[in-house]
């Protein structure tokens, strides 16, 4: 038996005893409940974050897409621009997806692009070497020659002829992409 007057050993418990849980304090809880709500609140906001930043991030692609959309219908008109040409050797047609060149011949008429406009048509059309170099390459009996090169908003299309009278005569087209040319519905 025991002393009730001596506490038990920490290996001796009372058979009576029954191990008690202690109830957390007041503060305790409150400390619990506010670190709970921090984390509720911290991913909330960084939910609330990732959708700003992906919707910002969806609306820097739309404008990227749109920008490049102009420049794809703009890309002829630019380019006569920047070469200093007229509209009527150099006319562009089909709501600004065609230019029209028409080079300077040696024959009955010397009206037309000489071959340094031309020149800068074709740079700054960024016309791929493998044209340019068939171009440069081109016999009358060859009779019309055509190519594509695709762009980052679409497809470019060049067809020419080339006869020493006429000169080098050049038919550029344009079409968008698929993605691009459906902004033009939204």
Known sequence: MTDPTIPPRADETPAMSAEVTPRPSRKRLYVV??????????GSGA?????????????????????????GLEVFRQA????????????????????????????YSSAGLTQE????VIVRLDTPSRITSTMEGTRALDGRQDDQWDTAWGTISVSWTYHPDNGLDLVYSSELSPELAALESE
Do not use: F, M, W
Request: aromatic fraction near 0%; charged fraction near 20%.
């Open 33 to 42: 409940l506010a670190a709970a709500a921090v984390i509720v609140l911290a």
């Open 47 to 71: 939910g609330i974050s990732l959708a700003v930043s992906a919707s910002n991030a969806a609306a820097k692609e739309h404008a990227e897409k749109v920008a490049l959309r102009e420049q």
């Open 80 to 107: 006569r621009s920047a070469c200093s040409l007229d509209g009527v050797h150099a006319p562009i047609g089909d709501n600004g997806t065609t230019l029209t060149l028409d080079g300077k011949g040696k024959g």
């Open 117 to 120: 406009e031309l020149a800068c």
